[in-house]
């Protein structure tokens, strides 16, 4: 089973895409409509993960990005962020960890203030959808959870970890782009 296959085996049939203009490689970002509820959209990189990432402590680590979004919030605008994201990522080498926070910027997509990013296990969906095991080594798929400029700053001075407490204790809607922030 290659990387599409297992990602519809989880988040069901591709639905379009958008591909990289300035990558050198295949780097393509897939949706995936009615996932992880029936008014959202799943937002997938797929090429990405063709390079291996350094980690810390010379490791390596192959990696896709995984975000979700509701769906009033322009498809044509999502997916070419994470596109953009992942061209980020592929010209820096480096995979995101878990608990990595990117930002503040600028807004994500027009409309929104959430600006910032939290690199995290990918929690909406089954555990079996996190790894790819069909790639040496195996592909992490990394949720990229929106955060608002606040809720960066916080990571950034208390740690990612005070942050999934708020997270925990609020319960925000983390597909929700309008969202109030939890600070």
């Known amino acids: 089973m290659g990387l599409p296959e297992h990602l519809e085996k989880h988040l069901g049939l591709l639905e379009g895409g958008w ?8 780097l393509f970002c897939a949706r995936f409509p009615k996932k992880p509820v029936p008014e ?16 810390p402590e010379h490791h390596e ?3 896709e990005l995984v975000f979700a979004a509701y769906d009033r919030f322009a498809p044509a ?3 070419p962020f994470l596109r953009s994201f992942a061209e980020f990522i592929e ?11 990117v930002g503040p910027s600028t807004p994500l997509v027009t409309g929104v203030l959430v600006n910032s990013v939290l690199a995290y296990f990918p929690t909406l969906f089954e555990d ?4 790819f ?28 970890r005070s942050l999934e407490n708020l997270f925990e204790s609020k319960a925000p809607d983390l597909l929700d782009l309008l969202r109030p922030s939890v600070l």
Not at 19 to 26: A, F, H, L
Not at 91 to 101: I, Q, S, T, Y
Not at 138 to 160: D, F, M, Q, Y
């Open 133 to 160: 095991d069909g790639t040496d080594p195996p592909t992490a798929l990394t949720w990229v959870v929106p955060l608002h400029e606040g809720e960066a700053n916080h990571a950034h001075a208390k740690g990612w």
């Open 91 to 101: 010209e820096k080498h480096r995979a995101l960890l878990g608990g990595d926070v």
């Open 61 to 63: 680590l192959r990696q």
């Open 128 to 131: 079996a959808f996190g790894t």
């Open 40 to 55: 959202a959209s799943t937002y997938v990189t797929m090429g990405l993960s063709d390079h291996v990432l350094s980690i």
């Open 19 to 26: 591909k990289s203009r300035r990558s050198p490689t295949r």
């Open 77 to 79: 605008e999502v997916g």
